[in-house]
């Protein structure tokens, strides 16, 4: 891709970030002689033909709420094109980085550079909820911090316009799950507030390291938005009572947008605003109790078909327990399962600041049921090859299988280690999913599976390992062939298996897993380029 002409305009350079929806490359602009930033929407080559207009319209739709704003904290948006059946969007390029890589590189913001870091992303903010435009996605992948010490605001490609007709569906709920304001995980439509709320958690992020209500899915994070208060900031400083005050369950108990600029302004002087204090909930809490440790067997389980397993510890014990608020909350199960009984879609994602969050506690385990079960519901046949199905696992993840008649067996509750099998066990998919991976390189893990596997399988045979790119993350596939032995499995005999492995932007390893007979691995192999494919993270 490097290289390429987008449009007969753009040459493209290097890829300098990517998100769960898009890339953004460097570009010049070989009309106008500049450097300019494109972002081409990667997430369309992994949906249907029908799903690709509406990524259009939402394309469009950015371009148009950051072309309304005129603000030096808004990233300059230059142009929208179509390129290679794909949208993409032509910026301002920003030398510089995100202020979730700078967490990533310092572990925390010093608090007046944080509270003068939310100075300007609150101006722009306040820039756009004056030109009837709500962000809905503030968070610190998206706050850019320029070399010549520029605050900008970008990606408003889920931004809402007031006037515009609606281009999700009717219910549809979007953004990144850590910076949700309770209001919109209940389903209320936002409002400046809810940006204000993102912004507080995006602050909390930045001076201790990691999101506030993160927790081991999706579900958890969004239950602990709702009826958790987020633990006291210890690195905050002068900043603390103003993150408090942004982080108010209900949106009236928050400052307004003049007020929090007042409040941020006196922060990054390095003054303690007085008047923060008086958001500060003063409710009674719950006394405090601790959590249960976990608990995990030493060493990897046994694969039952003599392939890899990734040895996982799923989560650390909790350094200090979490408050939860008094009072009726709403029980968030029962209205996420209502919304989707109402036909609404979910459309969340939990990423970019540093990963897992290691002061939360052990996500609910599924409910045990006996036995191999079928969950999900079936995706439309229109959007996968004929017979085909997807399913969503009770794990958070989605996956497509090839019929219906693959059922689930959860291989090891403890590490989250789940199968899909039509017969069995003689053919299968196997995910894993690992939150404290032992490498940080997948190929360099692959490498030590590779090993450990070739010693001790019957005529182990190395098919192919090596690096791979996958959803613009780094991977790495170890394909390889043994002969398993009756004593070991059920189905003995000539064996062939691949994994591909990759670690995810918050940090989450995943290895997905295929094995079935030497003799049709042919068709095996084939599955498993579909079912990557169609993979979706929790």
Known sequence: MQGSLVAGRYRLGESIGSGGMGR????????????????E?????????????????????????AARINHSAVVTVHDVLEHDGRPWIVMELVEGHSLADAVKERERVEPREAARIGLWVLRALRAAHSAGVLHRDVKPGNVLLGTDGRVLLTDFGIAQIDGDTAITRTGEVVGSVDYLAPERVRGHDPGPSSDLWALGATLYTAVEGRSPFRRTSPLTTMQAVVEEEAEEPRHAGPLGPVITALLRKDPAGRPDAAQAEQLLAEAAEGRRPQAAQGYVPTQAVDALASLPYDTRPEGAPRHPQGGPTTAQQPYGPPATPRRRVRGRVIALVVVVAALIGGGTAVMLQQQDDRGRDTTAGPSPSPTATPGPVKTGEAESPGNLPEGWVRRTDPYGFSIVLPGEEWEREVFDEATRQVDYTPDGGKHFIRIAM?????????????????QQIGERLVAYQRVGLDRRVYRDRDSARLEYSWTALAKDTEFPGPRQAVDQMYISRDGIEYAIYMSGPAEDWATTGAQFETVLKGWREP
């Open 434 to 450: 690992d939150e404290a991976p032992d490498f940080d390189d997948p190929y360099e893990h692959l490498s030590s599976l590779d």
């Open 41 to 65: 929407l990667t997430a369309a080559l992994y949906v249907s033909d029908s799903e690709q207009a509406t990524l259009l319209a939402r394309t469009r739709s950015e371009a148009r709420a």
């Open 24 to 39: 953004v490359w460097r570009a010049h602009d070989e009309v106008l002689h500049r450097a300019v930033a494109i972002k």
